[in-house]
């Protein structure tokens, strides 16, 4: 059973700084490009980072390029979203997801089973 566990979400002030971590279980994860993506109120679900199965790309959304920083390790079946310089829009549950493919990371190629999520509030 393909499961994504994300964890390190929380309350931090604008400026501040979070470590998301994603394990992941049930498939081959050196396999699979991997995403993050959050989930707003109201809003439809945003596409964050994704990076390639090898870990040898990684892409950003423009509205956190330069400020996340997207990793893998495929040996412990982890992936990682460093966050920092956090702003009020970047709150919202933020989802690991699998991809379908080796190298392509973004919203319409993952698989439809995505994890609980984990919530992050920047506020001051």
């Known amino acids: 059973v393909q499961l994504n566990e994300e964890s390190g979400g929380g309350l931090a002030q604008p400026g501040g700084s979070l470590r998301l971590t994603c394990r992941a279980s049930?498939?081959?994860?050196?396999?699979?490009?991997m995403t993050w993506a959050r989930q707003v109120p109201v809003k439809g679900p945003e596409w964050v980072s994704g990076?390639?199965?090898?870990?040898?790309?990684?892409t950003y959304a423009d509205s956190v390029k330069v400020r996340f920083t997207i990793s893998r390790d495929n040996a412990q079946n982890t992936l990682s979203l460093q966050m920092n310089s956090l702003k009020p829009e970047d709150t919202g549950l933020y989802f690991c997801?699998?991809?379908?493919?080796?190298?392509?990371?973004?919203?319409?190629?993952?698989?439809?089973?995505w994890g609980l999520g984990t919530s992050v509030t920047v506020s001051s």
């Open positions: 997801a699998k991809s379908k493919y080796r190298d392509y990371v973004h919203l319409d190629g993952l698989d439809d089973a």
């Open positions: 990076i390639y199965a090898d870990g040898s790309h990684a």
């Open positions: 049930g498939f081959d994860f050196s396999s699979y490009a």
